[in-house]
T-cell receptor, first 115, second 116 residues
Framework: AQTVTQSQPEMSVQEAETVTLSCTYD???????LFWYKQPPSRQMILVIR??????QNATENRFSVNFQKAAKSFSLKISDSQLGDAAMYFC????????????FGAGTRLTVKP | DTGVSQDPRHKITKRGQNVTFRCDPI?????LYWYRQTLGQGPEFLTY????????KSRLLSDRFSAERPKGSFSTLEIQRTEQGDSAMYLC??????????????FGPGTRLTVT
């Protein structure tokens, strides 16, 4: 079964600095999707960025970018120019391309942004 | 498009009571998912609907849990004879292949259940 591991329960970053959140996953499948979701305190989870496994180019969305290393099964999230509003729980998620219903989440990383 | 909504946002109940939660997906999203999220963990898949058909259920969904989506629009999740271990955030999400071919899931705010 696919598993997602986020080895950093908590991270902190100074406002305007850059931080990288780690995620590794285990799968025997060749085609899948990877996601980073953000869950602010007492607010709903929103999608930050997604990556299709068949694409070699790393996805970027404004200040958010990923480092996707398929062979290493690694999918880290880089947040540049961190803002106070970036403070949240961040979840890495894996979804098989063969079963669109089965999304597996990591345990999350709590990001604190210091002013 | 008002997003996924869930009701109630919070529910406190006594052990042994039945509770029911409602989820309204984004309009025209044909897929609807229920997840459970315990403190300090990521969401865990419970069940999935495509239109009105419940196509998949996790082993986490014991026989005390039942979910319905009668007309392929809103869904309800009922927990019978609640136990303290049922205390968690229950999340609903929806998706549609018409919005993106990656079937991105859009989440609601969740219902936080506390069983006393």
């Amino acid at each position: 079964a696919q598993t997602v591991t986020q080895s950093q329960p908590e991270m902190s970053v100074q406002e305007a600095e850059t931080v990288t959140l780690s995620c590794t996953y285990d799968t025997s499948e060749s085609d899948y999707y990877l996601f980073w979701y953000k869950q602010p305190p007492s607010r709903q989870m929103i999608l930050v960025i997604r990556q299709e496994a068949y694409k070699q180019q790393n996805a970027t969305e404004n200040r958010f970018s990923v480092n996707f290393q398929k062979a290493a099964k690694s999918f880290s999230l880089k947040i540049s120019d961190s803002q106070l509003g970036d403070a949240a729980m961040y979840f890495c998620a894996y979804r098989s391309a063969y079963n669109n219903n089965d999304m597996r989440f990591g345990a999350g990383t709590r990001l604190t942004v210091k002013p | 498009d008002t997003g996924v909504s869930q009701d109630p946002r919070h529910k406190i109940t006594k052990r042994g009571q039945n509770v029911t939660f409602r989820c309204d997906p984004i309009s025209e999203h044909n897929r609807l998912y229920w997840y459970r999220q315990t403190l300090g963990q990521g969401p865990e898949f419970l069940t999935y609907f495509q239109n009105e058909a419940q196509l998949e259920k996790s082993r986490l969904l014991s026989d005390r849990f039942s979910a319905e989506r009668p007309k392929g629009s809103f869904s309800t999740l009922e927990i019978q004879r609640t136990e303290q271990g049922d205390s968690a955030m229950y999340l609903c999400a929806s998706s549609s292949p018409r919005t993106t071919n990656t079937y991105e899931q859009y989440f609601g705010p969740g219902t936080r259940l506390t069983v006393t």
